[in-house]
Each structure stands twice: as C-alpha cells, then as structure tokens.
T-cell receptor
C-alpha cells in the first residue's frame, strides 16, 4: 500500500491564480481530511469528507473547495490564490476501526 | 467547537531526563486523543494515542495519561535521546466529524 499520496510536493503561485492539490489513498478509508499548517502552528481543518459524494466545511474553508467523486481521491481546489494561503497542506484519511489518521507527505504552497 | 491548548511551547531537557507535555481540551464529547511527532519538513507521525475509556497507556519510553474529569491529557517521554528532538502535537477527535483539533505544538530539544 502506498498509503496517502499528495501532489505536487511544492508549488509557487501568483496572486489570483488557481490550482488543485491532489490527494489519493489506497486504504479504502471512508473519511478523508484536508488540513493546513502555518509556520510554527498546529494543523487546522479546511474540509472533510465522510464518503464519496459527501463533503463538509472545517474550521478554515474560505477560499477553498473540495469534491469527492471516488473513495480514493479528495482534491482541494484553490480559487484566486492569496498570500494568506501560503502554508503546508496535509491530506489525511481515517481508519474506521481505530480512528487513526494517516497523513500524506504534504504540499508546500507559496503565494506571491 | 473543540479547542485544544498545549503547554509548554518549547522544552529543553538533558539527554536521559524526562519530558512532559500537557494539553487541555474543551469538548467533553471528544473521545480519542492522539499525539504526533513532526520532524522538520515531514508529515506528522502518530506516536501514541488514548481513548476516553482508558486512563493511561504506555509504549516503551512513551506514556500518555488522560483525566476526563479535568479534560486534560499529558505525554511523558522518559530517558530522552537526541533523536526525540522534534515538534510534538496533541490532538482531540470530536465524535461528530471524527476530525482532529490540534494543539499549537511543543518544540522539544534534547541536549546531548
């Protein structure tokens, strides 16, 4: 199993550009999450999904959108990038039987 | 929503000493409390977790204690080693979203 994978690893965007952060898991987990981590801080929940076709907002959803068309994939879309979205983005999935969350390697995004 | 406070923000110990990191949470319905270790530029890695029906759990040099009444939990690392140096995060999982709310992190430095 590859676990949770994310692409790209790094990206620099200009203000106003858009992009999609990709997240895939091969563990057949229903729950998936997007967190952001600002420098020196803990992770904050952006969006989450309890299964294909079902998504909901977390603590900091403004400026982001998600979709979940399959169990495996949970992409995060940034529209009109702003400097405040400079952060490291982690995708995670949760194992139902243990509550353990498995994190992807992260995407480091800089908006200039 | 859930709020998790973590102390101290930095902790420096001598190799071989013990380290203790403390967290409090606000939502009495939270029932799962993991601890993550994060090295620079890496994803958070689960090191130990505890459920609300257990008061203490130990794994070699690492232990976690939970006081449900007071709504606080602590991480104890004994016989610290330089490779324990990292940022440690506590988290609490709510029963609704099954998403994690993270503390702000503790930077542990183990001096050889």
């Amino acid at each position: 199993n590859a676990g949770v994978t994310q692409t790209p690893k790094f990206r620099i965007l200009k203000i106003g550009q858009s992009m999609t952060l990709q997240c895939t898991q091969d563990m057949n987990h229903n729950y998936m999450y997007w967190y952001r981590q600002d420098p020196g801080m803990g992770l904050k929940l952006i969006y989450y999904s309890v299964g294909a076709g079902i998504t909901d907002k977390g603590e900091v959803p403004n400026g982001y959108n998600v979709s979940r068309s399959t169990t495996e994939d949970f992409p995060l879309r940034l529209e009109l990038a702003a400097p405040s979205q400079t952060s490291v983005y982690f995708c995670a999935s949760r194992q139902d039987s243990t509550d353990t969350q498995y994190f992807g390697p992260g995407t480091r995004l800089t908006v200039l | 929503g859930e709020n998790v406070e973590q102390h101290p923000s930095t902790l420096s110990v001598q190799e071989g000493d013990s380290a203790v990191i403390k967290c409090t949470y606000s939502d009495s319905a939270s029932n799962y409390f993991p601890w993550y270790k994060q090295e620079l530029g890496k994803r958070p890695q689960l090191i130990i977790d505890i459920r609300s029906n257990v008061g203490e759990k130990k794994d070699q040099r690492i232990a976690v204690t939970l006081n449900k009444t007071a709504k606080h939990f602590s991480l104890h690392i004994t016989e610290t080693q330089p490779e324990d140096s990292a940022v440690y995060f506590c988290a609490a999982m709510d029963t609704g979203r099954r998403a994690l709310t993270f503390g702000s992190g503790t930077r542990l430095q183990v001096q050889p």
